[in-house]
């Protein structure tokens, strides 16, 4: 069954460092996100993605986020300089018309 | 801001009973998914519903829209161990490829 594979599963990285979280999203989808989970918090829409550009994007991506499709395969989000409270599990979905969930890259800023 | 509520946050029972969890906002969503997420990992979709008042049943699992489209509610018959997990509703304002706003989750946790 096709699936959505993000990649690392988990990251650690210093304050102030730029990290890259890749997704491989479903091969017929057209449509990619990026989600994020803070620990014990819901999960909450950062960006949507269509036709190689932003479609929607909420407050919390700021100009220190970027998402980026630099192929016919991947999917990244960016960010340029990392905060502590940027720690946080973060979920890749793509879609046709319904969305489909990665495993999720866990993100640990220290 | 459309914001989706979970009640209960937690439930725990005992195996074999019924339970319902229910999903509601003052929003219309044109369609809602439910999700079930275990620990570290993303999101599974376990069901759509798009029409108002629509049931959609998946094994044991029963799933209804309400009609006006604000609220849903999953129904567990007769639960198994196997339903122990985190339950989230999501909700997409447009149809089509919209971002969700998913609600607060159900902690459910079935006692053998």
């Known amino acids: 069954e096709p699936e959505v594979t993000q990649t690392p599963s988990h990251q650690v990285t210093q304050m102030g460092q730029e990290v890259i979280l890749r997704c491989v999203p479903i091969s017929n989808h057209l449509y990619f996100y990026w989600y994020r989970q803070i620990l014990g918090q819901k999960v909450e829409f950062l960006v949507s993605?269509?036709?190689?550009?932003?479609?929607?994007k909420s407050e919390i991506f700021d100009d220190q986020f970027s998402v980026e499709r630099p192929d016919g395969s991947n999917f990244t989000l960016k960010i340029r300089s990392t905060k502590l409270e940027d720690s946080a599990m973060y979920f890749c979905?793509?879609?046709?018309?319904?969305?489909?969930f990665g495993a999720g890259t866990r993100l640990s800023v220290l | 801001t459309q914001l989706l509520e979970q009640s209960p946050q937690f439930l725990s029972i005992q195996e074999g009973e019924n339970l319902t969890v229910y999903c509601n906002s003052s929003s219309v969503f044109s369609s809602l998914q439910w999700y079930r997420q275990e620990p570290g990992e993303g999101p599974v979709l376990l069901v759509t519903?798009?029409?108002?008042?629509e049931v959609k049943k998946l094994k044991r699992l029963t799933f209804q829209f309400g009609d006006a489209r604000k609220d849903s509610s999953l129904h567990i018959t007769a639960a198994q161990p196997g339903d122990t997990g985190l339950y989230l509703c999501a909700g997409a304002p447009d149809f089509g490829n919209e971002k969700l706003t998913f609600g607060t989750g159900t902690r459910l946790t079935i006692i053998p």
């Open positions: 993605f269509y036709n190689n550009e932003i479609s929607e």
């Open positions: 979905a793509s879609s046709f018309t319904i969305q489909y």
């Open positions: 519903v798009v029409t108002g008042g």
